[in-house]
């Protein structure tokens, strides 16, 4: 019966059915994301004596793979989880489907399975939003008059950022101070552009939330207040200056 409720938890949350990779063993099922068809859960009737359980009657389990070492340590501690039969130990687990564990803990492990296993492109798209500085550069483009003519541009794709995103523009010198708070409204935007100085691949589109006086986030004060040193690529945004910048 649990299995059945592991099939249907599987087919509403991700829309996945369930896969028999092994013609010889019909009974073992595996689950595999849609783009890069890597396995997240494989179910498997074994012997209890091959689980190290003093019965030769067959226990369902399901192998989910656990990424975090320290995470995977603590849950083989619990009653009905214990390293993976017949798979890599260091990082899956194998949970039994007898009810031993509940089925709200089984979920959540399918889940952390899910996520450990997606592809880049999937890990990206699903993490939560995030805010960066990024910086640029008078000498090649003029963002303040850009941003006088329209409240959305075009700017240089970065890596790593996402639709939803917050972006701080930081202009470079003479200005040298953080002077605009943007939104990302598209991303991976096809672009071809190569020259001594820059190359950009892909575009994505920002939109202008606020503007920002030119004395109040400087380069000195982000280095003196914020520890940061130098802003020569996409980075992430410190918490304290966060809540300074979205508190004025």
């Not at 369902?60 to 130990?89: C, S, T, W």
């Not at 935007?189 to 589109?205: F, G, R, S």
């Not at 202008?208 to 130098?230: M, P, S, V």
Request: some cysteine; hydrophobic content about 40%.
């Amino acid at each position: 019966m649990l299995k059945q409720v592991v099939f249907d938890h599987i087919r509403d949350q991700y829309g996945i059915e369930p896969d028999y990779p092994f013609e010889k063993y019909p009974e073992i099922v595996s689950f595999r994301h849609k783009d890069n068809n890597k396995w997240f859960g494989l179910i498997m009737n074994v012997s209890g004596v091959k689980l190290g359980l003093d019965t030769t009657s067959f226990i369902p389990v399901i192998n989910l793979k656990i990424d975090d070492p320290v995470f995977r340590d603590i849950l083989i501690e619990q009653p009905g989880i214990i390293p993976a039969y017949h798979m890599n130990k260091r990082q899956w687990i194998s949970v039994f489907l007898d009810g031993t564990v509940p089925m709200e803990r089984v979920a959540d492990l399918i889940d952390a399975s899910y996520s450990a296993t997606a592809s880049k492109k999937k890990k990206q798209n699903d993490r939560p939003v995030k805010e960066w500085i990024i910086p640029s550069n008078p000498k090649y483009y003029d963002v303040i008059k850009a941003f006088e003519k329209a409240d959305e541009i075009d700017w240089k794709q970065g890596a790593g950022i996402k639709t939803g995103d917050t972006i701080y523009l930081y202009v470079g010198a003479p200005v040298s101070a953080i002077l605009y708070k943007c939104r990302v409204t598209e991303t991976d935007i096809p672009y071809n552009y190569q020259d001594k100085n820059l190359t950009i691949k892909a575009l994505m589109k920002i939109k202008l939330l606020k503007r920002y006086d030119k004395n109040q986030f400087t380069f000195k004060i982000l280095n003196d207040e914020y520890g940061i040193f130098a802003v020569r690529g996409p980075r992430g945004v410190p918490f304290s200056l966060s809540e300074a910048l979205n508190n004025e």
